[in-house]
T-cell receptor, first 114, second 110 residues
Framework: EPEVTQTPSHQVTQMGQEVILRCVPI?????FYWYRQILGQKVEFLVS????????KSEIFDDQFSVERPDGSNFTLKIRSTKLEDSAMYFC????????????FGPGTRLTVL | KQEVTQIPAALSVPEGENLVLNCSFT??????LQWFRQDPGKGLTSLLL?????REQTSGRLNASLDKSSGRSTLYIAASQPGDSATYLC?????????FGGGTRLMVKP
C-alpha cells in the first residue's frame, strides 16, 4: 500500500539556521498539507498546496515559512531562520480530492532547534 | 473559529472492554470528520472518515458516528485489546485544513 514518506526523521539545528523538510506524497494525490505538533499540544495546520499554489495557510505560516513542489514528486517545507519555538514534529499529508477525501499522513520529521 | 474537544483526555480499561471516545466541535459547517490513531513519537494513522452527510462508518472493531447538528462524534471500540493502546485524535474539516482535538490517550491493560 502506498505511503507518504518524510525525510529526515529527526533534524537538529541551531537557532537562526535554515532547514528544509522533505516529503514524498502518494503519487495520485493532488492536495498537499503541512501540519505541526509541538510536544504535548494539538496538531496544528500550517498550509495547504494545490496546483503549485498555496490554497490556505494559518497564522503560524508567516514569512519565515515557504513550501514548494520542485520536481513533481517532492514537497518541501522551508523554515528560513529557525526559532526555538519552531521545535516540533512536522507532518506532511495528502489527499486525492478536494474537501471530501481522507488525508493520509507521513511519519513526521522531529525538528529540534537549539 | 472552530474548536475541537475530546473527552476524556486519558482512559485506562481492562482488555476486552467495549469503550467510547467522544469528540465535540463548535461549528457544524464541516465537510467531514476523520478519526486517527497516533502511537508515541509516530505519525497519524487514519482510522475512519465520515462525510458530513453520513451518520456512521464502521471498520472492523471500530464504529464512528457523527451528529453534525449537535457537533458531536463518537468512536466506539469493541472488545479492546492491548494493541489498541495509543492516542486517538479526531479532526474536522471546515475547509482545506483539518482542525484537531487534543486526543484521548487510551491504555488497554492485559
Amino acid at each position: 500500500e502506498p505511503e507518504v514518506t518524510q525525510t529526515p526523521s529527526h533534524q537538529v539545528t541551531q537557532m537562526g539556521q535554515e532547514v528544509i523538510l522533505r516529503c514524498v506524497p502518494i503519487s495520485n494525490h493532488l492536495y498537499f498539507y503541512w501540519y505541526r505538533q509541538i510536544l504535548g499540544q494539538k496538531v496544528e495546520f500550517l498550509v495547504s498546496f494545490y496546483n503549485n499554489e498555496i490554497s490556505e495557510k494559518s497564522e503560524i505560516f508567516d514569512d519565515q515559512f515557504s513550501v514548494e513542489r520542485p520536481d513533481g514528486s517532492n514537497f518541501t517545507l522551508k523554515i528560513r531562520s529557525t526559532k526555538l519555538e519552531d521545535s516540533a514534529m512536522y507532518f506532511c499529508a495528502g489527499t486525492s480530492g478536494e474537501g471530501y477525501n481522507e488525508q493520509f499522513f507521513g511519519p513526521g520529521t522531529r525538528l529540534t532547534v537549539l | 473559529k472552530q474548536e475541537v474537544t475530546q473527552i476524556p483526555a486519558a482512559l485506562s480499561v481492562p482488555e476486552g472492554e467495549n469503550l467510547v471516545l467522544n469528540c465535540s466541535f463548535t461549528d457544524s459547517a464541516i465537510y467531514n470528520l476523520q478519526w486517527f490513531r497516533q502511537d508515541p513519537g509516530k505519525g497519524l494513522t487514519s482510522l475512519l472518515l465520515i462525510q458530513s452527510s453520513q451518520r456512521e462508518q464502521t471498520s472492523g472493531r471500530l464504529n464512528a458516528s457523527l451528529d453534525k447538528s449537535s457537533g458531536r462524534s463518537t468512536l466506539y471500540i469493541a472488545a479492546s485489546q492491548p494493541g489498541d493502546s495509543a492516542t486517538y485524535l479526531c479532526a474536522v474539516r471546515p475547509g482545506y485544513m483539518l482542525t484537531f482535538g487534543g486526543g484521548t490517550r487510551l491504555m488497554v491493560k492485559p
